[in-house]
């Protein structure tokens, strides 16, 4: 053999061997990856699509997103921009719940009497409107009640100007005294949902415009209503510490999706530690919940109403337990979906801009992607499945060079894998070391 050949033949066993050594290192990974994941409840591995029977009954219940609009001329031109300057890996299987939607009763009136008193209005002086709401005005706090006769949601209104007049007679309570007040409320109202138990409320200072619309205050002194949105969340991932490695997954979901909470339960005799990686519910305006309590100065009104202004109260109560897993699509073909269009806008404002007045379109240059997470969505009207979806948010260029934030849901499941319900077999429980 010539020098030449030889050399010839070390190139090419060169060039095999180091796609054989490729071919080994993506086997590995795969391998373990899938261990990884093996010792997962089987829910978590096969989607059970159990909350309906048929994938039919599902998929009538698609999520539709409203969207807003962008200024004419816009482009779609998206960069990511992430932390780790790509898109992070996130659940493929994750819990799906059912609303308990309830029926109109034949109380529902009397049930609306007894929340307008607990709210300070006289139950008696009661205004029908049609099958739908009852309606109850004070003049004399200048405020107006409506309840659904179906559920019970309702909603508070005062007078722009009997606020405003109000304002300029007193002091505005701290964010966390109003934070304080408005829990209060909820509960002298019966209002208790675990739900919302781990949620931390948010604020928000409100201006009261001589029109009576509302824009965001600069700051305490210039505000005349302070704003407390609580925050739900559900979980999307449930592990209980007497399932076959159990303390791998534990630590493998930790590591993707944070800390998850713990309860301790007595399940046959035997106490268990229960971990839920939880996710945040969020509402068609991400910057406002469902449940909002508008705190504003001490006035004359009933001591239940003293300093409430405005109640918006959408509750819509969840089972507690899922009713099904369901595949999702990847994180990357939802951010696929958002550039070709089919996202939904939901928030789009210059940097530190007004997040209260109403959305004004506006032409966009540049998208950056900062964050894309996983999270519930809740609608302002009523559901029968609360489903994920994702999350893409960032930094927009406008037009004028300025810079702005924004935030795209996308629908997270994956409505062309759904199949009619599976029954998998239930997770592998370690033996217990109780003696008989």
């Known amino acids: 053999m010539t020098l030449t050949e030889a050399a010839f033949w070390t190139k090419r066993f060169g060039v095999v061997a180091g796609g054989a050594l490729v071919i080994f290192l993506v086997v590995v990974l795969i391998i373990t990856m899938v261990d990884r994941e093996k010792n997962m409840p089987p829910a978590y591995l096969t989607a059970n699509f159990a909350c309906t029977e048929t994938k039919e009954e599902f998929l009538e219940h698609k999520l539709s997103i409203p ?4 200024a004419d001329g816009s482009e779609m031109l998206f960069e990511i921009k992430t932390e780790s300057g790509k898109i ?6 994750i819990n799906v719940y059912k609303f308990s939607n309830p029926t109109q009763s034949l109380s529902s009136q009397a049930d609306s009497k007894i929340l307008a008193k607990k709210l300070g209005f006289n139950p008696d002086a009661v205004i ?7 309606v109850w005005v004070d003049r004399d706090t200048s405020r107006t009640l409506e309840i659904s006769a179906k559920n019970l949601n309702f909603s508070l209104r005062t007078d722009a100007q009997y606020i405003r007049t109000q304002a300029k007679n007193g002091t505005l309570p701290t964010e966390q005294e109003a934070k304080s007040k408005a829990a209060n409320l909820l509960r002298s109202l019966g ?3 675990d739900d919302y138990a781990s949620g931390i409320p948010t604020t ?7 029109d009576g619309s509302f824009s965001q205050a600069a700051s305490l002194s210039e505000a005349e209503l302070i704003r407390v949105d609580f925050k739900r969340s559900k979980s999307m991932i449930t592990i209980a510490s007497n399932i076959v490695g159990a303390d791998s997954m534990v630590a493998t979901l930790t590591r993707r999706l944070g800390e998850p909470t713990q309860e301790t339960p007595i399940i ?8 839920t990686f939880n996710t945040r519910v969020t509402t068609l305006n991400p910057n406002k919940s469902n449940i909002s309590v508008y705190i504003g100065v001490q006035d004359k009104s009933s001591d239940e109403l003293a300093g409430v202004y405005q109640i918006d109260y959408t509750y819509w109560p969840i089972q507690e337990t899922s009713c099904g897993t369901y595949e999702l699509v990847s994180p990357q073909y939802a951010i696929q979906q958002v550039q070709s269009g089919n996202g939904s806008l939901v928030y789009l404002n210059k940097v530190g801009g007004d997040s209260v007045v109403d959305y004004i379109p506006r032409k966009v240059t540049k998208f950056s992607v900062f964050y894309i997470n996983l999270t519930y969505y809740e ?3 009523e559901q029968e499945y609360l489903q994920p979806v994702y999350v893409v948010s960032g930094e927009v260029i406008f037009d004028d060079g300025s810079k702005g934030e924004f935030d795209y849901y996308y629908p997270a499941i994956n409505y062309a894998s759904v199949q009619n319900k599976i029954v998998l077999p239930e997770p592998e429980v370690k033996e217990t070391n109780s003696l008989f």
Not at 67 to 70: A, F, N, R, S
Not at 128 to 134: F, K, L, N, W
Request: aromatic share 8%; net charge neutral; hydrophobic share 30%.
């Open 88 to 93: 992070d890996s996130l659940p493929r299987i």
């Open 128 to 134: 029908r409107r049609g099958t739908e709401s009852y």
């Open 204 to 210: 928000t200072l409100i201006d009261v415009n001589p």
């Open 379 to 381: 609608s302002p009207t």
């Open 268 to 275: 046959n005799d035997e106490r268990i530690t229960v971990y």
């Open 67 to 70: 969207t807003l609009k962008l």
């Open 191 to 193: 209002f208790a949902s």
